[in-house]
């Protein structure tokens, strides 16, 4: 065989398996159920216009049981019988409290097992009321969700296996505090999770940080919230990496990150990402600490730095609250050191479109806004002045033009 | 035939080897590292109004987490080390504080109190027990975790 001939085999051989190869993975592409989205990045800039504000309309005020906390960290909004009803995570005595927001029904407790298959967790992850006899609850890292009743009785468990688009099993948490909760439709559950990784190690921060869960099938189906570059370079943010998760009626998913002015907005059905982008915000950006450095050095940071908290859609205004921290110094006069409540804080107001619409400069010594949610009569802030042990007080903030 | 096996490597050529080895993983797992906030340390032990007389001091902050207070709670009731306890924490459980009148009577424990959580205002980086060792001029500390509590506290 001429040489020519015999290159010409040889490259038609190595095209052959090319093309093989080519052909196998776009079978197990189209094999593949799990998508990883998104690919295209669509960017808008954001302009502030501020029109709008909030004003303390009044408080309210729920007198509580010897069994209820004045305060939970996580806690879910459920409508019964024409009643609203706050139902809060009791990590103390391990139980669901159904507080009535309204009328003059009583605190309900549903108390779980203290031991055997039915029982859970103070540091339960997640726990989501679908009805009275599907209350689920997950733990990071248990391999079966719970089924409850509303007596607290074990009705079924199922098997929870939840890997990534790279095949790492991902464990599932919610920062509740930090404003990262999961969001629960009809037919998928969109899941916080981290991997089993180091925070500070770079691959903890390649990794999606929500899942798109098929519960009857055990399945993910895709994922989305991937790292800004901040949390990629060398810096790092500690409990500062954390995202909030925002759902609205459009089927839109919000991700904001604590040390980003910028909001990702994604779509279940779409392979793009919107990045909101805010110039104006630019002094809330965070630049983290350095990756060796120790607790103390971080928490003196977390003090000093501005951040973002979490994103709340209002549905009866169609607007968000944005919650974020300014600059502060570390110490006050007499060389206490502050607390991160001391700082300035902002509830910034966004129209549905996402654009900057207005402000309020929140007392976040006296209004905490780690606890707060959206009813009908307005924005409830936790109000840490209460008159008597057996008070639950918030403040209710309701939104007005300037 | 184990037995044999056995006999055959006990000689103490062995057996120093193995106790060598066994207290070269002890002192691995106590291993120290410097603490770069002894200035704040001791300025905060006269805030307290704490004087220190034992080689090590343990901060104990009550309401840090569960898991590491409980068992440096639990590893205190037992142990025989001479060993300065420095309580603080601002939310604490009865359950909690119960363990805590427990080592009261412990008379090996140099308990002090931070009654105003005077901690917080100074860098410690004692968010969760940690044990300072003061018996040189440059003071060397560890965090305890339920590992490792025994190993600091017991041995």
Redesign the interface.
Known sequence: MRPSMKAAFANLYYMKNIWLTLVCFFFLIGCSQHIERPSIVIEINHKALNQNTLTLSGSKIILIDSLTLPFYDYFQLIEEEDNSYLIGMNRQSVSLDFIPLGGNQPIRHLAFDDDGPGAISPDLDIFHYFGEDSIVTIQDRDNRLKVFNSDGELVNSYPKKIRDSKGMEMYTVAYSYLGQWPVFLDSVWILPVYPDLDVKSKGYYDRNKFMVFDPVNNEVLGEFGQYPGIYKGDNYFDILREPSLTHNSDCSFLVTFPADPSIYEYQLDQDSVIWHQYPTWNNFQNEGVKRDSDFQQFVNHYLTSAWFQQLTYDPFHHVYYRFAKEKQELRKANGEKKTAFEADWMVFILSEALDPIGFYSLDAVRFNPMFSFVTQEGLYIYDNQRANDDQMVFGVFELEDN | MMTKWFLGYSNWKTISLLLLLVIFSCAENKKMESY??QKDFQEYLKAIGAEIVTDEVILLPLDSCSLCVDQVLADLEYTKKVISVILSGNQV?NERLEKVKKLVKNENLKIHTDEGSKS??Y???A?SPILINTSKDNFSYVSISPQNSAAYLLE
């Open positions: 770069p906030y459980s917080k205002s860098d410690l980086n968010f």
